[in-house]
């Protein structure tokens, strides 16, 4: 991953040695919200995020992700898949903007349930728009990745594994080989490993873990979990650089834990980082 805030390439495996040394546990609960019968106005499946409280952050971590705290939310809706290359295709010819320079029309067209990547933020948050939705906070962000039992990846206490989660791929080879479908690579996998559901986060979102890292809506601070609002946090009123989370299809097992934080700038293009998005469940 070559956007900022991972401190070091062993700074990063030493904690993943430390985190991964727990034994692995089953999740505490079972999804708190099923897939609701809802698509957004490009045709993407949403799940409803019940309203109320969960953990966020980690004590474990690094720096940027404590202190590990209690976030309270209003319901909201979140895309159960990280936004297509053939859906951000249509969205690139509707409003005349060129494809990112990571992916041209016929990679799109040749994998279009693939998800899309090397867009800015502001290319992402111009899509959500156009659909009528938003990104999701950082906190929304989390809460649909790991539930209310402050499990470590959205699957569970357990580390990562090659039929769990895509990660740690490498170099970048093309758009069929190094990712995944965005509804692929998870379902009835891992069982071997007790995970029935493979690798969903408990609201039954795919791929919150690995494959293309995502944008979300909140200015990043290193330091704000210090000073969060309890009630829908939003992030700061301003900063330069924008937060990324979920760890990406290059990265190493720390970076796929849900409490990870990493950041770039809002015009900041790459292979790794693609998104999803949200909308308040009013709308």
């Known amino acids: 991953m070559k956007y900022g805030c991972l401190w070091g390439m062993g700074v990063l495996l030493a904690l993943g040695s430390a985190l991964n040394a727990a ?32 953990t966020m952050g980690s004590n474990d971590g690094l720096p940027n992700e404590r202190p590990e705290h209690t976030a309270t939310l209003d319901a909201y809706y979140i895309d159960q898949y990280e936004v297509t290359a053939g859906r951000y295709q249509k969205f690139v010819e509707s409003a005349g903007r060129n494809m990112p320079p990571a992916q041209d029309d016929e990679a799109a067209q040749s994998v279009s349930d693939y998800p899309a990547v090397g867009m800015s933020w502001t290319a992402a948050a111009a899509y959500c728009k156009w659909v009528g939705r938003r990104l999701p906070t950082e906190a929304e962000w989390e809460k649909a990745a790991r539930g209310t039992d402050g499990r470590r990846y959205p699957w569970g206490h357990m580390q990562p594994f090659v039929d769990i989660a895509n990660y740690n791929r490498g170099l970048w080879v093309s758009e069929s080989i190094t990712l995944v479908p965005v509804n692929g690579g998870v379902e009835g996998m891992s069982v071997r490993h007790g995970l029935k559901e493979g690798g969903k986060s408990p609201y039954g979102l795919y791929h919150m873990a690995g494959n293309a890292a995502e944008w979300v809506a909140d200015w ?19 900063g330069e650089k924008r937060v990324i989370r979920g760890g990406s299809w290059a990265d190493l097992p720390t970076a796929l834990r849900v409490s990870a934080r990493f950041s770039a700038e809002p015009d900041f293009e790459d292979r790794t980082i693609g998104f999803r998005c949200a909308m308040d469940a009013g709308k």
């Open 220 to 238: 990043y601070d290193r330091e704000f979990y210090l000073k969060a609002p309890e009630k829908n946090p939003t992030g700061p009123a301003a």
């Open 23 to 54: 034994e692995p546990s089953a999740p505490k609960e079972g999804p708190a919200a099923s897939v609701a019968a809802v698509k957004g106005k490009d045709g993407a499946p949403l799940v409803l995020i019940s309203a109320g409280a969960f």
